[in-house]
Nanobody, 125 residues
């Protein structure tokens, strides 16, 4: 049974840092590209970033580039999203997702095969 379980969300103040984790099971984690998306109330789910399975290269949306960092630990079947310099506009439910084929359209939700249930991040003073 495939599972992606996010954790680490919560309430943060502007400028703070949070690290999200996504623990995977039920599939060969090391062979999947892993993405992070977020969805704010009333908005569509949007791409945050992705880490490839082979080389560990990362790609980010312009809105988080330079502030967020994705990493993975294949021994622990876990992908991380380190979020620094948080802003109120980062408030959203954050989802991790797994892509079997390392799609070139990694920034779209349709490229992903499995999704987690999400974790809430709220940035407010």
């Amino acid at each position: 049974q495939v599972q992606l379980v996010e954790s680490g969300g919560g309430l943060a103040q502007p400028g703070d840092s949070l690290r999200l984790s996504c623990a995977a099971s039920g599939f060969t984690f090391s062979s999947y590209a892993m993405g992070w998306f977020r969805q704010a109330p009333g908005k569509e789910r949007e791409f945050v970033g992705v880490i490839t399975w082979r080389s560990g290269m990362t790609y980010y949306s312009d809105s988080v580039k330079g502030r967020f960092t994705i990493s993975r630990d294949n021994a622990k079947n876990t992908v991380y999203l380190q979020m620094n310099s948080l802003k109120p506009e980062d408030t959203a439910v954050y989802y991790c997702a797994a892509d079997r084929y390392g799609s070139t359209d990694y920034y779209t939700t349709g490229a992903y095969d499995y999704w987690g249930q999400g974790t809430q991040v709220t940035v407010s003073s």
